[in-house]
């Protein structure tokens, strides 16, 4: 296999373990990190220091590269810039992370208020002149634990907003698989709107995190919903 895959927010939750899946499928992968220092990659990946918000950092790592991964808060503003020269350099492919709610109004997609510019991402792999791919992906599934996991350690209520909430939040191992695909080659020229299996609220979805492997639904919603009229409880049980 002949691929060199650029992959922005390399070192990150979803970027290692796509930088694991490439190199264990054969691709060479340069792993893009602002501090190289002390960064251990498996075989067939190298860690390049550069920042990718400005792409000039990031020329002398492009050549060779057939493909690049964006990372929508890694990246930020810096997409169009880095595209344009990986296609210089002989680049083929990008595949960039987006989300489901990018076409809604930016002050209603709660990821930008954390970094994420899924809609900026997208349209520069959509415009770059690439083969192109976008991930609109749903919640991820990890989101839940770092919101709830230190009540749930506490063994207190777990409170939190909008009980009633509903989404189809996607295990994040699943959308590596469908990163990993697209980089190698396939789905050009499409966005896909990735979820997972089920449709969860929040109550239930937190019962799977509280007892994963118990179809009942451990968990309670108190009566009282007072906290500024969006806060619900849910108390563990057993």
Known sequence: MNDM????????????????????????????????AGVRLPAGAEAVEGDPTRPETLAGHLDGVTAVFLHPRAIGDGAPGLLARAAERGARRVVALSAMNVDEPLDEQPSRFRGDRN????????????????????????????????????????????????????????????????????YAGRRLELTGPESLTHAPAFARQNHPADDRSPAQQPEDHSAAGHASGFRPQG
């Open 5 to 36: 895959i650029l992959v922005t927010g390399a070192t990150g939750t979803f970027g290692r373990p796509l930088v694991e899946l490439l190199t264990a499928r054969g691709a060479k992968v340069r792993a893009v990190t602002r501090s190289a």
């Open 119 to 186: 809609k900026e991402a997208e349209a520069a792999a959509v415009h770059s002149g690439l083969e192109w791919t976008s991930l609109r992906a749903a919640s991820f599934a990890g989101n839940a634990l770092q919101s709830w996991a230190p009540q749930i350690r506490a063994g207190d209520v777990v409170r939190y907003v909008h009980a009633g909430f509903q989404e189809v939040p996607i295990d994040e191992r699943d959308l590596v698989e469908i990163a990993a695909r697209t980089l190698l080659g396939g």
